[in-house]
């Protein structure tokens, strides 16, 4: 793509906006990470790490930017937005955009340069990618009848919405 066009110059905008917004938050006790979702009608919802600041470990840039847009659109699809994020998405960011059906992720840092701060998601990436056997947190299921009343209970609720 070509560097005056103007799409490349938004998204490097919105790059240079999420950066920001993660150096700023490390001196507001959040941690070095920032997120700017653009909807596709232009619309832009900032995020930031506040994990130790509110002792939620689910409050990750990507994952607060999208939690503000959805609550603001009063929607929880963002069919079309971008996400901007300083650094290179988490698993469970990925998956919040997955689940936003976000159109598109776009960062700055990766991985690696989070792990030499400190950050190492090594960890989450490789548990994925490992046998459910050998895994360290074991994940099992358990049979049993009745389990699946709560799906017959969806199926069966006419005014249910879908998702």
Not at 47 to 76: F, K, M, Q, W
Not at 120 to 144: C, Q
């Amino acid at each position: 793509m070509d560097a005056g066009h103007p799409e490349h110059l938004e998204r490097a905008e919105h790059l240079e906006r999420a950066v920001a917004l993660a150096v700023a938050n490390v001196a507001d006790a959040g941690g070095p990470f920032g997120a700017v979702l653009v909807t596709r009608d232009g619309q832009v919802f900032d995020g930031v790490n506040r994990v130790t600041a509110t002792n939620d470990p689910t409050a990750h840039a990507e994952v607060t930017a999208i939690r503000a847009a959805c609550a603001s659109l009063e929607t929880y699809d963002l069919s079309g937005a971008t996400l901007y994020a300083s650094c290179e998405p988490c698993p469970m960011c990925l998956s919040s955009a997955l689940w936003a059906r976000v159109g598109s992720v776009v960062y700055a840092a990766d991985r690696y340069d989070a792990a030499r701060a400190g950050f190492d998601d090594a960890v989450f990436y490789d548990y994925f990618a490992t046998a459910p056997e050998d895994r360290h947190m074991p994940v099992r299921h358990v049979e049993g009848t009745g389990w699946d009343a709560p799906f017959d209970a969806w199926r069966a609720h006419a005014d249910r919405t879908a998702y």
